[in-house]
């Protein structure tokens, strides 16, 4: 999926990154799948995440991990 998400021009949604919730087992995999997706696609893409927030934070997580590892337009 990120090797078309990179070849085409338009910006682009990649989704299941977590893998229907097997990269999330612990905090540390959930973010090593986050930081694997968005250095696989390009700066103009971003990733559609299912949360369920009922036991940790996950919606902070991600905002987190998505500060943390995606790339502006143009970097």
């Known amino acids: 999926m990120t090797a078309v998400m ?3 021009r338009q910006p682009c949604l990649g989704f299941k990154v977590l893998a229907a919730g ?3 087992a612990s905090e ?3 973010r090593e799948a986050l930081r694997w997706a ?3 696609i ?3 893409d971003g990733v559609i995440v299912g949360m369920y927030p009922r036991f940790t934070d996950e919606v902070g ?3 987190r991990y998505a500060r943390e590892f ?3 337009p143009g970097a």
């Open 28 to 30: 540390e995999s959930a």
């Open 22 to 24: 097997r990269k999330c």
């Open 70 to 72: 995606a790339r502006p």
């Open 61 to 63: 997580a991600n905002v």
């Open 6 to 8: 990179r070849q085409v």
């Open 42 to 44: 390009k700066p103009i």
């Open 38 to 40: 968005f250095g696989a």
